[in-house]
């Protein structure tokens, strides 16, 4: 897998507060920020891959009430 080069235009306010989230973390801000976007990424494609998953068994108004939804318990 190979890397890019990002660069961002941040707020002093939110480079700030992201510089003390990563510090709780012990991670440096890039370590930290590539975290959250990656962890923001994984919660989206499970998301999309629980609805496909939903589509395909079909929706939770179903007459069987002994089937649990695949989202259950998903926040």
């Not at 507060?17 to 959250?36: E, P």
Request: net charge negative; no cysteine; proline share 1%.
């Amino acid at each position: 897998m190979g890397t890019s080069v990002l660069s961002l235009r941040i707020d002093h306010d939110l480079l700030e507060r992201l510089r003390h989230h990563a510090a709780k973390s012990g991670m440096s801000v890039q370590d930290y920020v590539v975290r959250t976007l990656i962890r923001n990424d994984f919660d989206q494609r499970f998301q999309a891959a629980v609805e496909e998953t939903e589509r395909f068994y079909g929706s939770s108004d179903s007459e069987d009430g002994d089937q649990v939804r695949p989202s259950a318990g998903i926040r």
